[in-house]
């Protein structure tokens, strides 16, 4: 079934394939071009962006079950007929919740966002032909 042989063409194939390594600060402006085509090697561990952090933040907080719970209870008790007490009373246990939530949620994103800014600006050394760069 399986065969330790090569099949026909596959070495020539790969001989004939090079592959080109250049730095990325050529200044031909071809390369530059080529090069942007590329994505970055930048290491990102946060969670939220400034635009996606409150619809983000309230999924993954509406997943819990006693958040949940929560703002069950106080829409059951904007019902007149359950109505235990004040139905906008009843909404400050579920939003001081969310919110302490969305603060610490908030810190420990900026926390991560300073760690990857300090691994992505660490210098690193480019090995080329002749000698090698400190970036």
Known sequence: MYS???PPGTH?????????????????????EHL???KRNKIRTTKYSFLSFLPKNL??????????YFIFLAA??????????QPEVSLIPIILVLTVTAI????EDYRRFK????????????YCRYAPLVL
């Open 4 to 6: 330790l042989e090569r």
């Open 12 to 32: 020539k194939d790969h001989l004939k394939k090079r592959r080109t390594v250049v730095p990325s600060f050529t200044e031909e402006e071809e390369l530059k």
């Open 36 to 38: 942007k085509l590329y």
């Open 59 to 68: 999924f993954v907080q509406l997943h819990r079950f006693a958040n949940v």
């Open 76 to 85: 059951l008790n904007f019902v007149p007929v359950v109505e235990a007490f």
């Open 104 to 107: 610490k949620d908030i810190f």
């Open 115 to 126: 760690s990857d800014r300090f691994i992505n600006h660490l210098p690193c050394q480019v």
